[in-house]
């Protein structure tokens, strides 16, 4: 990359003054680092240092392409680092990935190494307790034998016993069946003689019960006409008391309306009376009538007096 002659001195002269503001940079970190001498300043130190190295690495750098844009007017040597900056970065990333994916790898053996030994430490759990389980079949194998043999016995025993309680119970059986046919035969006998002597005791109580029963009825029948005469007597006198008591009716009910006109006379004249006086009251205040007659002559009289008296 080519430029020109002003361009060059330009960018000589930044260059320049970068160079400068660098090597200033760098003996400040060179002073620093020398008065850090604590133990607890090593990482400190060590970073310092880190930025010291770099700051001497871009200063020989910028020196280079100073000296090219001087002699060149070029900015190839820049390209040219930037390029193999882009290639360790690329080749430090793929180291990077690479140590990364061997982790991994190395992490994912231990896992199988450990899966590993876990399932081989399963392997022989389950080899011993097979063979635990081998011993513990046989042992119950035999032990399974003798309880067979010992069941069998006590089956055979227990057959034989229950063959002599069968054939003493059916002796047992015998004895009461027989007892039982006799005992039905009795049974039979008695009931028989029983349901004789039921009989004639049902028959001679029906008849005393029809006799009763006849005699009852009798005097039921006796009772009943005895009931109708009553009740026809009863009607009679009933009829006759109620003949009574529609005259006693009639009597009191023309009493009542007597004595109801009686007292609607007595109020009649009574309000008569009081009229009349009323209206008798009336013609005398105001000299209604032969009232008014006497009125004048009594008027008349009093003038002839006063004539008389003048």
Do not use: P
Not at 227 to 239: A, E, F, M, S, Y
Not at 276 to 299: D, H, I, N, P, T
Request: with cysteine; hydrophobic share 30%.
């Amino acid at each position: 990359m080519s430029l020109s002659r002003i361009q060059s001195l330009r960018l000589a002269a930044v260059l320049e003054d970068c160079s400068d503001q660098l090597d200033i940079l760098g003996h400040t970190l060179t002073v620093q680092i020398s008065k850090e001498r604590d133990d607890a300043a090593t990482q400190e130190k060590a970073r310092l240092t880190k930025l010291r190295r770099d700051c001497q690495y871009i200063l020989q750098h910028v020196s280079w392409l100073h000296v090219e844009l001087e002699e060149r007017q070029s900015l190839s040597s820049l390209l040219q680092v930037v390029e193999e900056e882009e290639q360790k970065k690329k080749a430090e990333d793929m180291r990077r990935e690479a140590r990364s994916e061997l982790v991994q790898i190395k992490e994912t053996l231990q896992r199988q190494k450990e899966q590993l030994q876990q399932k081989n430490e399963k392997l022989e759990d389950m080899s011993q307790l097979a063979k635990d389980l081998c011993h513990q079949l046989n042992e119950l194998t035999s032990k399974m034998a003798h309880k067979k043999k010992l069941e069998e016995r006590n089956i055979e025993l227990q057959l034989q016993q229950t063959q002599w309680e069968s054939s003493q119970a059916e002796k047992l059986l015998d004895d009461k069946l027989e007892l039982l046919q006799r005992q039905l035969k009795e049974e039979r006998r008695v009931h028989e003689e029983s349901d004789k002597f039921l009989q004639n005791q049902r028959e001679q109580q029906l008849q005393q019960w029809q006799q009763c029963t006849k005699q009852m009825l009798q005097e039921k029948e006796q009772q009943l006409n005895n009931v109708r005469c009553k009740r026809t007597v009863n009607l009679d006198r009933l009829v006759e008391m109620k003949r009574k008591f529609r005259e006693m009716e009639q009597v009191v009910m023309e009493d009542r309306e007597e004595h109801e006109r009686l007292l609607q006379q007595q109020a009649e004249a009574r309000a008569a009376t009081k009229v009349q006086a009323w209206w008798r009251g009336c013609m005398v205040r105001r000299g209604l009538g032969s009232f008014k007659k006497a009125e004048e002559k009594k008027k008349g009289k009093k003038k002839k007096e006063g004539k008389k008296k003048k």
